[in-house]
């Protein structure tokens, strides 16, 4: 089985800064992408970020230039350093990874959510 531990949200004031960490764990022959998502209350859960292990990202329209994802594939580690962050951007965010296991197909496994309030 593979755990995913998230840490790093909470509250923060309108253009201050947050950076989230999820740390995958487990029996993992390799990942092959590892990302964050979002869902406010309401709404649907939605791309934030997603960087492969080659090191291509690929960022949702509403977060470029102010969020950065980066990762150390030695680390199994995902990060995602959000600036200048906005009212909108209070949600409960997701790390995901897809990966193989030992002997299985790629899957994809979620993180239980981290809480990022950002307060006006």
């Known amino acids: 089985q593979v755990r995913l531990v998230e840490s790093g949200g909470g509250l923060v004031q309108a253009g201050g800064s947050l950076r989230l960490c999820c740390a995958a764990?487990?029996?993992?022959?390799?990942?092959?992408?590892m990302g964050w998502y979002r869902q406010a209350p309401g709404k649907q859960r939605e791309l934030v970020a997603i960087?492969?292990?080659?090191?291509?990202?690929e960022y949702a329209s509403s977060v470029k230039g102010r969020i950065t994802i980066s990762s150390d594939n030695a680390k199994n580690t995902v990060y995602l350093l959000m600036d200048s962050l906005k009212t909108e951007d209070t949600a409960v965010y997701y790390c995901?990874?897809?990966?193989?296991?030992?002997?299985?197909?790629?899957?994809?496994?979620w993180g239980q959510g981290t809480q990022v309030t950002v307060s006006s």
């Open positions: 995901n990874v897809k990966c193989w296991q030992w002997g299985s197909s790629l899957r994809a496994y």
């Open positions: 764990s487990g029996n993992i022959f390799r990942i092959n992408a």
């Open positions: 960087i492969n292990r080659g090191g291509s990202t």
